[in-house]
């Protein structure tokens, strides 16, 4: 287990509630970076949240950010974010679906 990806899970789901909430570290990909050598990670979050319902993308993402203020610029050099509130997933799901069943 990776305690980093565990306390980032853990803030996000304790103040935002999110339906889903998927935390990946993505720091290997970035070795040899200057943030990789202080120590600082490379995440990506893909959260679906309901607070995000009718929020921008600026002010979605400021929320995650407030949320790991503390961990920002420390324990996290990059953070990759994908911030949909609930009727975007199900948008994004049918789009997909209609998208393959024309493939076919």
Do not use: W
């Not at 970035?30 to 990789?36: D, K």
């Not at 309901?50 to 961990?71: K, P, S, T």
């Not at 948008?91 to 024309?102: N, Y």
């Amino acid at each position: 287990m990776n305690p980093r990806l565990d306390t980032i899970r853990n803030k996000l789901t304790a103040t935002l509630a999110p339906l889903e909430c998927i935390v990946e570290d993505e720091s290997a990909l970035h070795v040899g970076h200057a943030g990789a050598a202080s120590g600082g990670g490379h995440y990506k979050v893909r959260i679906v949240c309901a607070v995000f319902e009718g929020q921008n993308r600026l002010n979605r993402h400021r929320l995650v950010y407030d949320c790991l203020a503390d961990m920002m610029h420390t324990e996290i050099h990059a953070l990759a974010i994908t911030a949909l509130a609930p009727s975007e997933t199900k948008a994004a799901e049918l789009k997909l679906h209609v998208h393959s069943d024309l493939k076919e």
